[in-house]
């Protein structure tokens, strides 16, 4: 398993969680790393993204404000803290990872995150 998604779980509306989603591989530690998801009988959505560093995110207009990807490259570890949960985040969580460290605009995509973690379920009720 290269990427292990973890932090799922179930919580009321307003609530918090915090997403893990650790690499096994030393050398993912140079990769930009998203989060995407996927809600019942909808596609998988790209919801955020950092590059190696850290230095740059993006986020989905849908969760600005409310989430934040954050990465400890000596953990090999990225993060999705969700803050002010919704009902509509409900859905199946993915990390994923490039093969690049760089990420831009244009790469808010799934065919440019060649690794995918399983998946952890988070459940918001109202």
């Known amino acids: 398993v290269q990427l292990q998604a973890s932090g799922g779980g179930l919580v009321q509306a307003g609530g918090s969680l915090r997403l893990s989603c650790a690499a096994s591989e030393p050398s993912f530690v140079t990769y930009a790393k998203g989060w995407f998801r996927q809600a019942p009988g909808k596609e998988r959505e790209f919801v955020a993204a950092i590059s190696w560093t850290g230095g740059s995110t993006y986020y989905a207009d849908s969760v600005k404000g409310r989430f934040t990807i954050s990465r400890d490259n000596a953990k090999n570890t990225v993060y999705l803290q969700m803050n002010s949960l919704k009902p509509e985040d409900t859905a199946v969580y993915y990390c994923?990872?490039?093969?690049?460290?760089?990420?831009?605009?244009?790469?808010?995509?799934?065919?440019?995150?060649?690794?995918w973690g399983q998946g952890t379920q988070v459940t918001v009720s109202s």
């Open positions: 994923a990872s490039r093969s690049l460290g760089w990420i831009t605009i244009a790469t808010m995509s799934e065919p440019n995150f060649d690794y």
